[in-house]
Structures are given as C-alpha cells and as structure tokens.
T-cell receptor, first 114, second 110 residues
Framework: EAGVAQSPRYKIIEKRQSVAFWCNPISGHATLYWYQQILGQGPKLLIQFQNNGVVDDSQLPKDRFSAERLKGVDSTLKIQPAKLEDSAVYLC????????????FGQGTRLTVV | GENVEQHPSTLSVQEGDSAVIKCTYSDSASNYFPWYKQELGKGPQLIIDIRSNVGEKKDQRIAVTLNKTAKHFSLHITETQPEDSAVYFCAARSWGKLQFGAGTQVVVTP
C-alpha cells in the first residue's frame, strides 16, 4: 500500500513570497490533515478535511494560509505572503475514517523562509 | 484546549538499557493516547497507543501505561537497540483533536 505522498520535499523562499505544498493521501482515506512542525516542537494541526469538507481549521492563520481538497482526494496548502516564522516542516496525514482512526503521516515538506 | 507536556526533552541510554518517557495531559475528556516515533527526515509513525479504558498495553519491547487519575502516561522501551534512536512524541486526543507533546530525542549508544 502506497503511503502519503508530499511534494516538494524542500523549499526555500524569501519572505513575502508565496508557496504551495501538495499532498496525495492513502487511497480511500476520507480524512486529511495538515500539520505544522516547528523545529524542536511537536506537530500542530492546521486544518482537517473530511472528504472535501473542512472539519477543523481553528488554528489555521487564515490571513495568509489557505488549503483546499478538491474532489476529496489531493490537497494543497498555500502560504501567501510567507513570514520568517513560517519556517517549519509541513506534514500531511490521512486516516480512513474520522479523527478517531489512526493517522498515517507523509515525509513532510521542509520550508525555509529567508 | 488540551495541553500535553513531555519529559525529558533528550534521553541518552546505553544499548540494552531501558528508556522511559513521561507525559502529562490537562483535559480529563482525553480518551486516546498514541505514541509516535519520528526518524530524521521522515514523518511520525505510530508505534503504540492506549485508550482511556485500559491501564497498560505491551507490544514486544514497548509498553505504555496510563494513569487517568493523575492524568499522566508513559512509554517504556526495554532492551534498547541503536535503531530505537529517534524522536518520540506522545499525544492526547480530546474532542477528536490530537495534541502532541514537544518530543523526546532518544539516543541509544552502543
């Protein structure tokens, strides 16, 4: 079974630029999560989708971050404009059911904002 | 919301010794406590979990204990091996949302 795929693996941008990350969850998984992991910290949930609907985006900085999951499969996370403090690893995870089922993580995208 | 604290932040053990990582949580409504292992350049991987109706769970060299009254849970790794070196995260799920601890860097020296 293929795992959660994310791209790119690494990205370096200047502050105020925009960036987008892509995630392809495990086939058949209804729930998709985006987490932000700052160096030395645990992952923090940014947004959770169930199929193509948003379940929780309470910790998403909506003035600069946006995410979509068209057709309930792939998802993109965008940051515009980026700030230095956005430097982190962005992890995508998916689970077959709701948040009460095990989540499988991708390798993440390491973003550096300079 | 839920707050999870994890200790220690770093742990160095000799190969063959045991490692113990402790976490506390704040929300008594939390009902699910997974532990993740994260190797360098990879995403977190679930290694063991425990639910609030169970006090202890074991899987080969890994065990978790949960004390609901005190709101703390622990990960125990016995007979550590070099491949156990990684960052370990505890987490607690409250109202469907998973809150992670800050992580413990475990280094197993031969």
């Amino acid at each position: 079974e293929a795992g959660v795929a994310q791209s790119p693996r690494y990205k370096i941008i200047e502050k105020r630029q925009s960036v987008a990350f892509w995630c392809n969850p495990i086939s058949g998984h209804a729930t998709l999560y985006w987490y932000q992991q700052i160096l030395g910290q645990g992952p923090k949930l940014l947004i959770q989708f169930q199929n193509n609907g948003v379940v929780d985006d309470s910790q998403l900085p909506k003035d600069r971050f946006s995410a979509e999951r068209l057709k309930g499969v792939d998802s993109t996370l965008k940051i515009q404009p980026a700030k230095l403090e956005d430097s982190a690893v962005y992890l995508c995870a998916s689970s077959w059911g709701d948040s009460n089922t095990e989540a499988f993580f991708g390798q993440g995208t390491r973003l550096t904002v300079v | 919301g839920e707050n999870v604290e994890q200790h220690p932040s770093t742990l160095s053990v000799q190969e063959g010794d045991s490692a113990v990582i402790k976490c506390t949580y704040s929300d008594s409504a939390s009902n699910y406590f997974p532990w993740y292992k994260q190797e360098l350049g990879k995403g977190p991987q679930l290694i063991i979990d425990i639910r609030s109706n169970v006090g202890e769970k074991k899987d080969q060299r890994i065990a978790v204990t949960l004390n609901k009254t005190a709101k703390h849970f622990s990960l125990h790794i016995t007979e550590t091996q070099p491949e156990d070196s990684a960052v370990y995260f505890c987490a607690a799920r409250s109202w469907g949302k998973l809150q992670f601890g800050a992580g413990t860097q475990v280094v197993v020296t031969p």
